[in-house]
């Protein structure tokens, strides 16, 4: 008997700290996103311009996207904007979009856009200061 609740308490301990943890605030949750658009920083802040033309497009293309999020998640304002599409075809539509509107290089911070279908792309680093 003393082994079995030994073993339970052993177990509640291990669980407890993982539990209390909250999942990686950054990352959307794949089922939810059907187009993803993380907002990363090089200790200056994101990059605001190309925050502000997703926000744009999400809002004059209410065909190819259903609903839209946004999720900070650091402290330079760090953020994912979360898009559920209207259609499995809208998603490729808007995961292309979305990319050619986001600068090649990235100034201020990285940027990730990543689709449900597995399609991924990321910024480049900026020039060396």
């Known amino acids: 008997m003393k082994h079995i ?10 669980a407890a700290p ?3 943890q909250s999942p990686m605030r950054g990352a959307a949750d794949p089922g939810a996103c059907a ?3 993380s907002f990363g920083s090089y200790a200056m802040g994101i990059d605001q311009r190309s925050f502000e033309r997703v926000q744009r497009y999400v809002a004059s293309h209410r065909r190819l996207v259903a609903r839209s999020s946004v999720q900070t998640w650091g402290r330079e304002g760090e953020r994912t904007v979360c898009i559920t599409t209207s259609s499995r075809r809208a998603t490729a539509q808007v995961f292309s979009d979305v990319r050619s509107i986001i ?3 990235a100034e201020r ?4 856009v990543r689709a449900v279908t ?3 792309w990321n910024s480049q680093p900026g020039p060396p200061r």
């Open 5 to 14: 609740a030994l073993a339970a308490v052993l177990t509640l301990a291990i």
């Open 109 to 112: 911070g990285p940027t990730e």
């Open 35 to 37: 187009v993803s658009v």
């Open 18 to 20: 993982a539990a209390a």
């Open 118 to 120: 597995g399609q991924v």
């Open 103 to 105: 600068r090649k290089r």
